[in-house]
T-cell receptor, first 111, second 121 residues
Framework: DVKVTQSSRYLVKRTGEKVFLECVQDMDHENMFWYRQDPGLGLRLIYFSYDVKMKEKGDIPEGYSVSREKKERFSLILESASTNQTSMYLC??????????FGAGTRLSVL | AQSVSQHNHHVILSEAASLELGCNYSYGGTVNLFWYVQYPGQHLQLLLKYFSGDPLVKGIKGFEAEFIKSKFSFNLRKPSVQWSDTAEYFCAVKPPQTTRTPMDSSYKLIFGSGTRLLVRP
């Protein structure tokens, strides 16, 4: 019954490393999203994509980029990881029902 | 700035107590409203949603929420909580459609900061 899969549950990286977070959905959804979840701040939208190769910035895109080469896959890229990017990253997808299906999350620690 | 506010960050209740979690938003126009829940160690899942129609919405596990347009509120309620309701609850709003956003092809949810509920057995 897997719907949205994030490739890693936990990641530890060093400052300055390039980091890739991968997300795959098997529901043929057009829309995919990357959120960041921090205590007391809720979920904040980093980027979203409404079609292959299409992307729009969310509320906190600085320091991140994304790639959507195939409909089912949406990657979040940290070009040069910094300690303030230590967080829980949530991928989600949606279709016309406008309900988001979330992945289990990737907890990233940048040392 | 436009936002979604959850005023209670931490709530502690005993089993069988009634629950009401507040959610207010500051967007005008037609909005879609959601409550999501995150149980310990699990991913976020939808509890209930409001798009239109009856402002009293029933969700899973005995939860309900009432949309009061005049108060810009969408409070979550449950008459009698259980220990298994211990979780973090997030209110979310889809802001009104704008001319910049393609119809049905772009969708953005704004989340509140969350409320951690602890239910004591």
């Amino acid at each position: 019954d897997v719907k949205v899969t994030q490739s890693s549950r936990y990641l530890v990286k060093r400052t300055g490393e390039k980091v890739f977070l991968e997300c795959v959905q098997d529901m043929d959804h057009e829309n995919m999203f990357w959120y960041r979840q921090d205590p007391g701040l809720g979920l904040r939208l980093i980027y979203f994509s409404y079609d292959v190769k299409m992307k729009e910035k969310g509320d906190i895109p600085e320091g991140y980029s994304v790639s959507r080469e195939k409909k089912e896959r949406f990657s979040l890229i940290l070009e040069s990881a910094s300690t303030n990017q230590t967080s829980m990253y949530l991928c989600a997808s949606s279709f016309r029902l406008k309900v988001l299906d979330f992945g289990a999350g990737t907890r990233l620690s940048v040392l | 700035a436009q936002s979604v506010s959850q005023h209670n960050h931490h709530v502690i209740l005993s089993e069988a107590a009634s629950l009401e979690l507040g959610c207010n938003y500051s967007y005008g126009g037609t909005v879609n409203l959601f409550w999501y829940v995150q149980y310990p160690g699990q991913h976020l899942q939808l509890l209930l949603k409001y798009f239109s129609g009856d402002p009293l919405v029933k969700g899973i596990k005995g939860f309900e929420a009432e949309f009061i347009k005049s108060k810009f509120s969408f409070n979550l309620r449950k008459p009698s909580v259980q220990w298994s309701d211990t979780a973090e609850y997030f209110c979310a709003v889809k802001p009104p459609q704008t001319t910049r956003t393609p119809m049905d092809s772009s969708y953005k949810l704004i989340f509140g900061s969350g409320t951690r509920l602890l239910v004591r057995p």
